[in-house]
């Protein structure tokens, strides 16, 4: 396969599950040493795609190409080259924390001396090296994180797929775990993850889909997402009881206004001129915010503000 061509492609791609409808025909493509992300709420179809382009859940319909081959006939060859971090640890807490590593790169037929030199390389990179003879139950949730990335990384993949890669860490954690993850994509390594952090996304990710309800509803860069689907800027005014006319009386005064139960958000190419337009309605919050739009806003803006179980 040239660099040219894409390193994962997509067309019509779709997963059935008996009569529910997981992925419902999508198109992608994933270029070589981006870091591409799956966006989307919970049932949106991101770990049914990725099980797919990890060669171990065939497709119900459409076309898929991973690494130049295809899952449903290459699968070993394609997983001999990619790395895999699932949702949640699956270590052995029965081995200490270089041996997760050894133990992992024989299942690539690796030389020992080869492991060795891939463990001790990989410790250091995700700041395990003090830790290599403990017992994996004794680490944090940020730690055990990390030492599963640096499994992943045994057999020097060419691709990552990261399945909701810092669920459940603290935001020390997140962004030491960003920080790895950035290295590695200076060093080459094509990422792929999915998640329904909105700042991870827009930190990490060259570019992304939005999923949602099996469909992907959006692509492009976060940037280039913010700049189509929301004004620049957002208000949020908060008061002391929300009562129902206040947003009938700020009718007009940007874009577009949304009354949420804790407050009401107004988007707008100008904050302060609408704050300012907001004061001379006779409207006083007990706060505001101006700041500028984010993910987040276009993830609520396509998919909206309600749960999906």
Known sequence: ????????????????????VAVDGIDFAVDRGETFGFLGPNGAGKSSTMRMIGAVSPASDGSLRVLGRDP????????????????????????????????????????????????????????L?????????????GMKRRLTIARALVNSPELLLLDEPTTGLDPQARHALWDRLYRLKQQGVTLVLTTHYMDEAEQLCDRLVIMDRARIVAE????????????????????????????????GVGQRVEALPDRIVIGTDDGDATL????????????SLVRRSTLEDVFLALTGRHLID
Do not use: C, W
């Open 129 to 141: 090296s003090e830790r290599r003879d403990s017992r994996v139950d004794s680490l944090s949730g």
């Open 220 to 251: 492009g860069s976060p940037r280039e997402l913010i700049a189509r689907y929301v004004p620049r800027e957002m208000v949020e005014l908060r008061f002391a009881s929300q009562n129902g006319d206040i947003s009938d009386r700020l009718a």
């Open 72 to 127: 449903d006939h290459d699968g070993p060859a394609i997983r001999e080259r990619l790395g895999v971090v699932p949702q949640e640890d699956n270590l052995d807490l029965e081995l200490d924390v270089a041996e997760n590593l050894q133990v992992y790169g024989r299942f690539f037929g690796l030389p020992r001396e080869v492991i060795r030199r891939r463990t001790d390389e990989l410790l250091e990179f995700v700041q």
């Open 1 to 20: 396969m040239t660099s040219t061509e894409p390193l994962i492609e997509a067309h019509g791609l779709t997963k059935r599950y008996g009569d529910f």
């Open 276 to 287: 300012g337009a907001v004061h001379a309605r006779g409207v006083d919050p007990e706060s």
